[in-house]
């Protein structure tokens, strides 16, 4: 049972009224800078004292039905622990939300999309999770992330005594980060809890239509752009395609954001200039892909649900609501075209993080690593339709769905890549941004306009990791 404390922050607190389940397992070593004092340790070292812990979600949605539930099965274990979802009104983005407080109000923990967990990290807001990854590597398995998705929680140790940085942790499969090292060679700052992956959700009656079947791993994306101008050519109401992320269409295309090293602004070589050209042509030569009021997420979802778009680049957000408001249109999920040189998705899904200035970082660690543990993942999986970020979740989610191709949310996975979200990314993103805006509105060539973005770019990366 929940209950809510309504306040001028619109906050609720969830309070145990007894649930049923198992906890999660945590190791019974004290935590890493755990605080003596005179209550001993209760297992996983929480304190045996009142814990009040605050969570800032990234967006103004309530915790739900499975907050409550995950929270009950935590406090069967940890009662005294209490743990305050606060959820972020008012429209401003969570990481200037987070910057902005006043110090001894910041949240234990708070929600962040992947492009504000490296920023946070370089201001030194974010907590090293590291030595609890690895203390309780058996019961937390941090192996069992997709690769790209532990890439993006990752980044630069913090020094030790001796200027070395701290050991890493380990990662799955050793993930190549978007600078080419090993994600091992990183530390743990957040912990996914979604992965977030691009793939393509298509109009199967329109394809069949025209013939076309479904699209695979061998499709280009011209195939599919050819596709689409057949369906509009039966059907006048068919606005087309919506417009890819441009990441996409540029690392087909052999091109990239960054060097390897993350020194240099990539998107003034020919590949990537070859890509937003291509992106261009599609609104305005072929005329496949409709104005920006029509690529807005709102409109999208309704000229997808109504057949006006027939293909369109989606993630599990955008597949969880198609299940849930089971649209008329026929559709189905499939795997990403391929450009000239690659096939690749992204993994840009939301992450945890405990803040650095938390003074009950044992326990917020312990409901961190329940809430994200592999039997919870499993439950949300399943329970909310959840692509998250753990390998056995989403083989869990895909054992129970149903109606789509789940092969193709497979093929994201062994597909997907991190976004180079460096220190100042967020500066970095407006810029491309406001380029991308420029090209597609025709104001200026690709060419020009992209060299004018990368000399921003590499401005904003000489200047240094932080503001």
């Known amino acids: 049972m929940q209950r809510v404390r309504v306040t001028t922050r619109r906050t609720f607190v969830l309070r145990l009224a007894g649930a049923a389940g198992s906890p999660s397992a945590l ?83 708070v929600k962040l999309n992947p492009q504000f967990v490296e920023p946070l990290r370089a201001r030194g807001a974010l907590a090293d999770l590291t030595p609890y990854v690895k203390r309780d590597a058996r019961t937390f398995k941090p192996e069992d992330f997709v690769g790209a998705s532990a890439a993006r929680a990752m980044g630069p140790c913090p020094l030790t005594p001796s200027g070395r940085g701290a050991s890493s942790g380990s990662p799955p499969d050793r993930p190549l980060t978007p600078s080419g090292r090993g994600a091992s060679s990183g530390c743990w700052h957040a912990i996914p809890d979604n992965a977030g992956l691009w793939f393509l959700i298509y109009n199967t009656n329109a394809f069949q239509q025209v013939g076309a079947g479904a699209p695979d791993a061998t499709w280009t994306w011209d195939r599919l752009a050819d596709v689409v101008r057949q369906t509009m050519a039966r059907d006048p109401n068919v606005l087309g395609m919506s417009m890819p992320p441009y990441e996409l269409p540029v690392r087909d295309n052999g091109g990239d954001i960054l060097t390897r090293d993350e020194k240099k602004c990539l998107l003034d070589e020919p590949a990537a200039v070859e890509a937003f050209q291509w992106m261009a042509d599609q609104r305005h030569r072929h005329r496949i892909v409709p104005p920006s009021e029509d690529n807005t997420p709102q409109a999208l979802r309704g000229h997808f649900d109504t057949g006006r778009i ?60 329940h809430y994200t543990g592999p039997e919870m993942q499993r439950q949300q999986a399943v329970e909310e339709g959840s692509t998250t970020a753990r390998r056995s979740a989403m083989q869990a989610y895909l054992d129970a769905a149903k109606g789509f191709n789940k092969q193709a949310l497979l093929d994201a996975v062994s597909i997907a890549r991190p976004m180079p979200y460096v220190a100042r990314w967020d500066e970095i993103s407006k810029e491309i941004d406001a380029g991308q805006v420029q090209i597609l509105t025709r104001q200026e060539p690709p060419r020009t306009v992209l060299a004018e973005v990368a000399r921003k770019v590499n401005a904003i990366l000489a200047a240094g990791a932080t503001p």
């Open 310 to 369: 027939v293909a369109h680049v989606a993630d599990s957000g955008f597949l969880s609501a198609t299940l849930r408001q089971q649209v008329n249109t026929t559709w189905d999920i499939a795997p990403l075209p391929k450009g000239k040189v690659a096939r690749v998705s992204t993994a840009k899904g939301p992450s945890t993080s405990i803040a650095a200035e938390s003074k009950e970082k044992d326990a917020a660690w312990a409901w961190l690593a």
């Open 27 to 109: 190791g019974a070593a004290c935590a890493p800078g755990q605080a003596t004092g005179r209550a001993e340790p209760t297992p996983g070292g929480v304190p045996n004292r009142p814990v009040a812990l605050t969570y800032l979600n990234q967006g103004a949605a309530l915790g739900g039905a499975f907050w409550d539930k995950a929270l009950a099965l935590f406090r069967q274990q940890h009662p005294q622990v209490s743990v305050e979802y606060i959820p972020n009104a008012g429209g401003t983005p969570v990481m200037e939300k987070f910057i902005s407080l006043a110090a001894g109000t910041t949240p234990d923990m």
